[in-house]
């Protein structure tokens, strides 16, 4: 990906933890790199195809100057996601913030921050088998759609399924989304479980009843192996219920690790049901 660099930018802001640098205010330089394809814009010699570096300099000026934050980290962080959700060319951003007038009792050239955030594709199962199954899948979506830090949210149709697992138990209402986010893996796990306890969602059973389902299925095409989440998701290559929804709107997403298409996933559970069915 190509790369537009913004060097040095100098703002006057007051951002710091101590009330004093809230008030007299010191002198910040913001560093940006901004991951764009200019290709076509180089082709064509048209801004247009490209990012405009003097607005986002005045952007940068803009949320620098029209807030005031105790972090300086909070200040990247605020600058980030307003490049990434005003220009829609811009993939992904780099950050530092720099702050060479700390409060810092010895002699230092300067403190900063660097982060870099982007935006990802990820991959949601939607579920639910109590109540107004269709009202929490519904809030959910809209939940999601909401949050400034996600966009372009595609949903497949809703399907009913039986229970898997736990069989003895009502039918599900199951679909899939699949969205852009800048949040990362564990951001967006803390997302979709703040909008599962709005719906009131209770673990008390495996695999139980629930007013609201969500699994992150895929994120980009990201591994992910720890205590708090597993991705891609380790079961959903035998669930019909994510695989039937989930291919009606990313059919050719590859599994990282099963090397085969949602299409081709669902292609081979549903061999196998028929092989078994038929012996």
């Known amino acids: 990906m190509d790369k537009i660099y913004i060097d040095e930018l100098k703002i006057f802001a ?19 790199v901004l991951y764009v394809d ?24 803009k949320v620098m100057t029209e807030n005031i934050f105790s972090l300086i980290e909070t200040a990247a962080q605020a600058i980030a996601e307003a490049i990434l959700r005003e220009y829609p060319l811009v993939r992904q951003t780099d950050i530092e913030v720099r702050k060479p007038e700390a409060p810092i009792d010895m002699e ?23 109540g107004d199954s269709q009202s929490y899948i519904d809030c959910a979506v809209s939940e999601l759609e909401s949050s400034r830090h996600i966009r372009n949210i595609r949903c497949s149709e809703l399907i009913v399924t039986k229970p898997y697992g736990f069989t003895d138990q009502e039918d599900f209402l199951n679909g899939a989304l699949i969205c852009e986010t800048m949040l990362s893996p564990h951001g967006l796990l803390s997302l979709m479980q703040s909008i599962e306890n ?74 196998d049901k028929h092989n078994c069915s038929s012996r």
């Open 14 to 32: 007051r951002h710091g933890v101590f009330e004093d640098e809230n008030i007299q205010g010191q002198n910040f330089y913001v560093n940006a």
């Open 198 to 271: 709005n719906a009131h969602r209770t673990r008390e059973i495996h695999w139980g009843p629930r007013t609201l389902d969500l699994d992150l299925i895929f994120y980009d095409n990201d591994i992910i192996d720890d205590k708090d989440l597993t991705v891609p998701h380790p079961d959903m290559q035998n669930r019909d219920f994510v695989l039937r929804p989930l291919a009606q709107i990313a059919p050719y997403y590859r599994h990282p690790l099963l090397s085969l298409t949602v299409k081709q996933l669902l292609e081979r559970l549903e061999n």
């Open 108 to 130: 230092f050239r300067s403190v900063s921050v660097r982060i870099s955030r982007g935006w990802h594709t990820a991959v949601i199962a939607l579920g639910s088998n109590m």
């Open 38 to 61: 200019t290709e076509k814009a180089g082709l064509l010699d048209s801004l247009g195809c490209s990012v405009d570096y003097g607005s986002v300099c005045a952007l940068i000026g």
